[in-house]
């Protein structure tokens, strides 16, 4: 069991940059696979970016609409994951989650047991 606590959203101009951090606790934080998800109002909550349990070599997986701009690492001694986010654009804007996960990567919501809380983003243009 793992509880997953996001910080660092909030109003930020389009083209401008935020730095999400996801806390992990209450459990081994290098067992689990992390992915940020984003949910915007009247939409379902979609896929952003999954790390590896390292975060080191292995590829990371990123959502189409944020390669290039996002970038996901984490710091397992400071059980943390970050969400390095460029170039926003108001299509950005949603509350962020990170979610955890044992076995491997996935796009797929229900397939993460371990939620954060979320934190809201909003690129204004």
């Known amino acids: 069991q793992v509880q997953l606590v996001e910080s660092g959203g909030g109003l930020v101009q389009a083209g401008g940059s935020l730095r999400l951090s996801c806390v992990a606790s209450?459990?081994?934080?290098?067992?689990?696979?992390m992915g940020w998800f984003r949910q915007a109002p009247g939409k379902e909550r979609e896929f952003v970016v999954t790390?590896?349990?390292?975060?080191?070599?292995?590829?990371?997986d990123y959502a189409d609409s944020v390669k290039g701009r996002f970038t996901i690492s984490r710091d397992n001694a400071k059980n943390t994951v970050y969400l390095h986010m460029n170039s926003l654009k108001p299509e950005d804007t949603a509350v962020y989650y990170c979610?955890?996960?044992?076995?491997?990567?996935?796009?797929?919501?229900?397939?993460?047991?371990?939620w954060g809380q979320g934190t809201q983003v909003t690129v204004s243009s």
């Open positions: 209450g459990g081994t934080f290098s067992r689990y696979y």
């Open positions: 979610a955890a996960r044992v076995y491997g990567r996935s796009r797929y919501p229900h397939e993460y047991p371990y």
């Open positions: 790390i590896s349990r390292s975060g080191g070599l292995d590829y990371d």
